[in-house]
């Protein structure tokens, strides 16, 4: 008999979520906010589940938990130290991941610095081997070199090690000897090879994937097993890991692919969308989520987010991009965010000319806004809501969170006031409306720039701030209509119960397509295939849950980059007829343009496997229509869409039931999370519990 209980559990910057569902009851039973332990992230993990009732804790089926630790640890947070890593490449390309690409982060700065090289010349080794283009060993791979590489690993202390040779892709044969040498003579070190992590041609793209997953393997691997033991003493249950692609994997995956979870947590958010559209019936929509420390946005067209299989991990965001060059190369399929650092405890402040700005810093978990007294002294969008009565004076999560007022306003005027000479309140306003202004960029980053008119999707807001924001940024982009979900402070725990495993497996083909031959092209599939039904079936996946989507990678002779194209759904007798139709249809609505004369290369053969589990069931609820509730108050509070101070009712959403309508303007309070509805907007509960925002 399968156990009752799934628990999500979500790392942020500043708070870590956890919800509990309930599969006979069909909806969250419980749900915890506890502030984020930067320094030891399964702290604040155990200290929550330690919370939980033994009835659930004995009979939970699984938990699936999403991390920010791999991007933390490439962004230098504090407790995170980069392990000695090292590199083996071919001969002569030792520089391969200091040189890289001509991108330049800021075109006209003759003095740019690029991002330091994660692994310091010194530990990068060549070693004399040579395979061709097509798999050809041209020079067989020197022994002697190898014995002198393994002894200077060895002697220089090295945790870890990433192998990335010439065209192994291709043939990994080279790659495959020097791994198992290496695990004969070293025992517990960590090993990266290419033709596992990104079998996939361009030579530096490829080695930056693998040494960044090699640099991560040693941290990720010991906070996921410290994390089992912390679980295990608490409850016998499996743990999942949710990755960037929007699904999710074993931890034993994970340790071996660490780059697989660099947006594991802005992912799961996606998926929650994605999930909740679908059962109120939209097919196009934007997810929103504004946390403690960034504000992300993405898109879902179709019933499918937009994937992008190319990130820049640790590099910088200008307008919600970010930008090339800044950061380290990392292949790998992710779902395509815009993301700000514009979150609630993004700090407002003055720079020398005495204009206000809004981030990128923020107060994090610690010391968090001035207003948790906690130590923070510097202003941030939090303190912003409560100095214009936005926010419940006293406390936040149900009364588990003080809240001190006086430090809020201590802190405007310390820092803002005393340089400029601008009133609080003033500050206040104007710190919301840039926070607006900067967020409503990244809508359009994935909307207008997608060639996609936001007035044709939804908007799912969530986040603790998002619902404060999302009347204020629909209006502006021309959006009509808003989902708050129920829990939208745990939206993204929420996400991580609702995604199914996925693995992407990737072949190179490299061949123009009227070169290869349709069972040339089968053989190839079958062996992706076969190769993710196993990896699935090893998690626990059973056979008769397995989906599989086929795709191709091609592109124009000639071109730079390619295009990725369904290739399910085909006969023998029209495959590369139609997969070249499909490719040129592609290439005219991405590009406005398609040259169909020309001839087309396969570049890769690209496999997904979807393990897909059992959906948590949302219960309906009982209708109540023209619901009588008493505001807990009046308070007057800021609404940008009338500029000004009103007086406003607060209501509890937990006594919201289905069916009940107000206008705007208003407030409404809940434990994650407070929704402003601004004026000329109205809102209603539907049979799930959702607050659907529309505007007159």
């Known amino acids: 008999m399968s156990k009752r209980f799934r628990i999500g559990i979500d790392i942020g910057g500043t708070f870590t979520d956890l919800v509990v569902f309930d599969s006979k009851l069909g909806r969250l039973i419980r749900v915890k906010k506890i502030s984020s332990t930067p320094r030891n992230p399964c702290k604040a993990v155990t200290k929550a589940l330690k919370e939980f009732p033994t009835e659930i804790l004995i009979d939970v089926e699984f938990?699936?938990?999403?991390?920010?630790?791999?991007?933390?640890?490439?962004?230098?947070?504090?407790?995170?130290?980069l392990p000695k890593t090292a590199l083996i490449t071919t001969k002569g390309f030792r520089d391969i991941i200091e040189i890289g690409r001509q991108r330049r982060p800021e075109l006209y700065n003759f003095f740019v610095q690029r991002p330091k090289p994660l692994v310091p010349r010194r530990y990068r080794f060549e070693i004399d081997e040579r395979i061709s283009f097509n798999g050809e060993?041209?020079?067989?791979?020197?022994?002697?070199?190898?014995?002198?590489?393994?002894?200077?690993?060895?002697?220089?202390?090295?945790?870890?090690?990433?192998?990335?040779?010439?065209?192994?892709?291709?043939?990994?044969?080279?790659?495959?000897?020097?791994?198992?040498?290496?695990?004969k003579a070293i025992k517990d070190l960590y090993i990266s090879a290419s033709y596992k992590v990104n079998p996939e041609h361009r030579e530096f793209e490829r080695t930056s994937t693998t040494v960044v997953n090699a640099v991560l393997m040693p941290i990720v691997s010991r906070y996921?097993?410290?994390l089992s033991i912390s679980v295990k003493k608490l409850m016998d249950t499996k743990i999942f890991i949710m990755q960037s692609n929007g699904g999710i994997e074993s931890i034993d995956k994970t340790s071996e692919l660490p780059v697989s979870i660099i947006e594991s947590g802005p992912a799961s958010g996606v998926m929650a969308t994605r999930y909740i559209i679908d059962i109120l019936g939209f097919r196009n929509a934007m997810s929103f989520d504004m946390g403690g420390?960034?504000?992300?946005?993405?898109?879902?067209?179709?019933?499918s987010p937009l994937i992008t299989k190319e990130y820049e991990v640790g590099g910088r965001v200008h307008v919600g991009r970010i930008i090339k060059g800044s950061g380290y190369p990392v292949r790998f399929p992710f779902i395509d965010l815009a993301e700000i650092s514009a979150g609630g405890g993004s700090i407002i402040w003055v720079d020398e000319g005495g204009a206000l700005k809004v981030g990128p810093i923020s107060a994090g978990a610690d010391p968090g806004p001035a207003c948790y007294g906690k130590g923070g002294e510097n202003p941030t969008i939090t303190d912003a809501h409560l100095l214009l009565g936005r926010l419940n004076r006293n406390h936040l999560l149900g009364g588990e969170l003080r809240i001190y007022f006086d430090l809020a306003e201590k802190s405007f005027r310390e820092k803002i006031t005393r340089i400029n000479g601008l009133d609080p309140v003033e500050a206040a306003i104007g710190g919301l409306k840039i926070a607006n202004s900067l967020m409503s960029r990244i809508m359009r980053i994935v909307t207008v720039e997608r060639g996609i008119d936001p007035k044709d999707l939804v908007l799912v807001a969530f986040g603790g701030a998002g619902p404060m924001h999302a009347c204020s940024l629909a209006s502006e982009i021309g959006m009509n209509r808003v989902i708050i979900p129920r829990s939208p402070g745990l939206f993204s725990a929420m996400g991580l119960l609702v995604v199914d495993f996925k693995h992407t497996l990737i072949k190179s083909i490299r061949k123009n397509l009227d070169n290869v031959s349709?069972?040339?092209?089968?053989?190839?599939?079958?062996?992706?295939?076969?190769?993710g039904i196993n990896l699935l079936l090893s998690e626990g996946v059973r056979r008769d849950s397995i989906v599989i989507n086929r795709y191709i990678d091609a592109r124009y002779v000639g071109q730079g980059y390619e295009l990725i194209i369904q290739a399910d759904g085909l006969s023998e007798e029209n495959y590369f007829s139609e997969i070249k139709n499909r490719f040129n249809s592609l290439h005219e609505s991405r590009y406005g343009y398609a040259l169909i004369d020309d001839p087309v290369e396969i570049v890769n053969a690209r496999v997904d496997v979807i393990g897909m589990i059992k959906k948590p069931r949302l219960i309906k609820e009982k209708r109540c229509e023209n619901q009588k509730l008493e505001a807990i108050e009046y308070r007057e509070a800021f609404f940008e869409s009338i500029d000004s101070f009103q007086s406003a009712p607060v209501y509890d959403r937990d006594k919201l039931l289905s069916g009940f309508k107000a206008q705007g303007p208003l407030i409404i309070e809940q434990y994650d999370s407070t929704i402003i509805v601004e004026e000329e907007w109205e809102i209603s509960v539907d049979d799930y519990g959702n607050v659907i925002l529309s505007s007159s």
């Open 63 to 81: 938990i699936i938990h999403a991390t920010t630790i791999a991007t933390n640890t490439l962004l230098g947070q504090l407790g995170l130290e």
């Open 137 to 183: 060993i041209i020079r067989s791979l020197s022994k002697s070199d190898l014995d002198r590489i393994i002894k200077k690993i060895m002697e220089g202390g090295l945790e870890s090690v990433a192998i990335s040779l010439l065209h192994s892709y291709i043939n990994p044969m080279h790659e495959e000897i020097i791994e198992r040498e290496l695990r």
């Open 224 to 226: 996921l097993s410290e």
């Open 293 to 303: 420390t960034t504000a992300k946005a993405g898109t879902i067209i179709n019933g």
């Open 518 to 531: 349709f069972e040339e092209l089968e053989e190839v599939f079958k062996e992706l295939m076969i190769r």
